[in-house]
């Protein structure tokens, strides 16, 4: 399944459009074109780039869904005779559904904080295509993506197996949950050396409760020395320094 849509940019200050053609299952972006207008034949145009991209060809039996809107270029008759010509189905999303098309819409988030919103204008339309043309690339070969345990979308489309893929998300997982064990183990066992002596390496120290008196002070049982440093080992400092009074 693919999915189908296209997004707002600016051009010399002027509107002009972003296409986009990604693969459903590992996010990676297809093809894409930037136009001063969507029409039918930009739609049909993406649409062929992609099955280029991928080695499909034309006369192939089997050829990805692709996941639109109800927008005009999508449902007008020269789109749909273009698809029925070719066998592909054309898949219309619900109407403001944008979940319909959620792995698009998506793309064109990262893509707007990543690359277009800081940018602003694009002072042509070489310009545009080169730099949304690296971005892309950069997506697909080179950043990590989160909704596939970052690996980037190049690699899980270069896997083009769901049965591998599930195996190497299996093995993460387990990987994971054996990382947590062992820390949660490890922070339990410190609990319990903290809860025996104080930190390890240092000698238990005597607490001394205080109780209040009538003029709202505290008074204690005279005065006792609490040792910062296990008997037998040499400290740093002088005694007077590491020893806490406690009165």
Known sequence: MWG?????????????????VIDWFSRLLIAFDVVPTVNASHVKAVYRQGLRAQGIPLGAKCKPDLRVDRGSPNTSWVTKEFFQD?????????????????MTERFYGSIKQEEMYLVGNYPDEISAREE???????????????????????????????????????????????????????????LQEREKGGCSGMAQGAIVEYRPNMEGSLEGEGTKVVPLYPEGTESPKSDSQNTLALS
Do not use: C, M
């Open 86 to 102: 070719l066998e592909a189905n054309l898949s219309f999303a619900r109407v403001r559904r944008p979940t319909d098309n959620a």
């Open 132 to 190: 949304i043309g690296r971005y892309i690339d950069q997506y697909n070969h080179r950043r990590p993506h989160q909704a596939l345990l970052n690996f980037t979308p190049g690699y899980v489309h270069q896997i083009n197996n769901k049965t591998v893929w599930h195996q190497e998300r299996q093995t993460l997982k387990q990987a994971a949950r054996e990382r947590r064990r062992a820390y949660w183990l490890h922070a339990n066992q410190t």
């Open 4 to 20: 189908g849509d296209w997004t707002k940019l600016s051009i010399g200050h002027g509107r002009w459009y972003l296409l986009t």
